[in-house]
Each structure stands twice: as structure tokens, then as C-alpha cells.
């Protein structure tokens, strides 16, 4: 028996180390680690992940930001859960964040803008009108790094038409995004005249990603006990949201009329637990539930 589970303890490694290997989502390689793990990302794990996928162990295969985006999401919920996090990969992670500042100061190549034009018919019984709008973004260069969170998903590009196309399902509707990116859907929310527009994310760099998108389309990111902002229409609220780590309570506070996320692919949906919490909220109060 104890042979047994050292041989599937070793197997489940190997799978944790192949899917970095791989270039797997984060997501996916955390969901290896806890299982590896019996649960949790534990020290022994973490000390495999910073043996085995880091310097020369590795092949030279490893991507630098691929791996920092890796180790920041395991230190992030260690933390979270009170355990322990080794001083290894703390150590490991500031190298990296100190050698990504220099980087960064010498080649700002890690983030490019677009313009996302958008010219679509309106599909209601009262009138038919084009509506021309220009979304300006900073996205991400490169998908494959890891920085998935500042990429720009076809699936928001498809529900972003669908909104200007059927305005009158979302105006003067409260909207809240789980996962929202570099923010092109909550753009088309404000335009189409969404009553109020939450956009949230768990990850700290996209959000902050996220604000500066909203300021590059003059709109205003809505903060407590602002009186200016509560005047002004062109308003949205970034907050910060973890999928992987929200109760219902933690959505007390939200009374949106439609709750949404752009399905992008099955590995970046949030947990089932996350969608639970969303659709007890949302039927205590006799509120839409929408998944795109």
C-alpha cells in the first residue's frame, strides 16, 4: 500500500511538471499542485516546482514571465489559505520581479495598444441605426507568456458586437463581468447605456491593466464617497475578484440585474463553486443569469 501511493505521489509530480513544461494555464498547473499536494500547494510541492521547472533543470524551456505569473498565483494563495509559503520561492520571485523592472525600463515591449472598431446595426422593433464605435486597448503581446489576463479574447470581441447589436437587453440594466479582462465588453455596457457596469478580475496586473483601458476610453473608474463620479454616466467599477476563492457572502454587496463571463474556453471558466455562490446571489434576488 505505501509503495502504492509513493508511486502516485511521484506520478502526480511528473503531471504537475509536464503541464509547466508544457505551457499549460496557470489555472490548470495550480489545479496539479493542489492535487499533488492532497488538497493545498504544499511546501514539498513547492519545493518540487522550484527544483524542477526553474534554472537549468528545465532545459532552458521555462518562459521568465510564464513562470513569475506561476509562482506569484501559488504564493498569492498560500498566503490566502495561512500556510506556508517557502522562503525559496519567495526568494525565487523577487529575483524575478526586480529583474522584470529592469527589464521593463530598458524595453517597454510587453504590452501593445489597439484600436477595436466596431460598426454594427442596431436589432430592435423600434428603429434601425449604425452604430460606430472605437474601443482603445493595451493588451498583451503575447498570449503564450502566461499574461492571459491582458489578452484580448475573440469570445469578448463576439459579445462585445452582440451587445451593440441588442442594446436594449443590457441599457439601463446593472451589469457585472466575472473575469473581465482588458475590459472591451464593460466599454460596450457603458456605451449601449448600462445603468452600472462592475467589471472584476483576481488577478492584480490585469485590474490594474483594466483601469488604465478604462481611462485610454475617457471613462471614469467609480471609487467610495466620490460625488463627482456619481454625476457623471461614463462610470465603471474595477473590483477585485478572485474565482477561485468567492462565497456568496463576498457578493452581498453586488445587486446587479445580469451576471456574465465570456467563456473563453472550458480551463478559463471560473470553479463551480465560483458560479454557485453567483447563482444563489442572483436568485435570492430573482435576478437574469447569462453565460456567453
Known sequence: MAGAAAQDAAEQLLHLKLAFLAGEPPACVLALARKAGGGSITPHVQNFLLENCTGTNVDG??????TTTIFKRIISEVELSSSTVID???????????????????NKTDHIYKEISFL???????????????????????????????????????????????PEIFSTKCCF????????????????????????????????????????NNLCI??????????SKNKVE?????????????????????????????????????????????KTRGKQWKIW
Open 61 to 66: 524551456r521555462q518562459n521568465f514571465t510564464y
Open 88 to 106: 525559496g520561492l519567495y526568494e525565487e520571485f523577487a529575483q524575478r520581479m526586480l529583474s522584470k523592472a529592469k527589464d521593463s525600463l530598458l
Open 120 to 166: 454594427s446595426s442596431t436589432n430592435d422593433n423600434v428603429s434601425s441605426r449604425l452604430i460606430s464605435v472605437v474601443a482603445r486597448l493595451s493588451c498583451s503581446s503575447n498570449m503564450l507568456e502566461g499574461d492571459t489576463g491582458c489578452s484580448l479574447w475573440p469570445s469578448s470581441l463576439f459579445l462585445s458586437e452582440f451587445i451593440l447589436s441588442y
Open 177 to 216: 463581468e466575472l473575469g473581465s479582462g482588458v475590459g472591451l465588453v464593460g466599454i460596450c455596457l457603458n456605451y449601449v447605456g448600462a445603468s452600472k457596469v462592475i467589471l472584476t478580475d483576481g488577478d492584480t496586473s490585469t485590474l490594474t491593466n483594466m483601469k488604465e483601458n478604462m481611462e485610454l
Open 222 to 231: 467609480e471609487q467610495e464617497h466620490s460625488e463627482v463620479l456619481k454625476e
Open 238 to 282: 474595477c473590483k477585485y475578484l478572485s474565482w477561485e476563492h468567492v462565497s456568496e457572502s463576498d457578493l452581498w454587496g453586488y445587486q446587479p440585474d445580469i451576471v456574465y463571463y465570456v467563456r473563453s474556453s472550458l480551463r478559463a471558466a471560473p470553479r463551480s463553486s465560483t458560479l454557485n455562490a453567483v447563482k444563489a446571489r442572483q
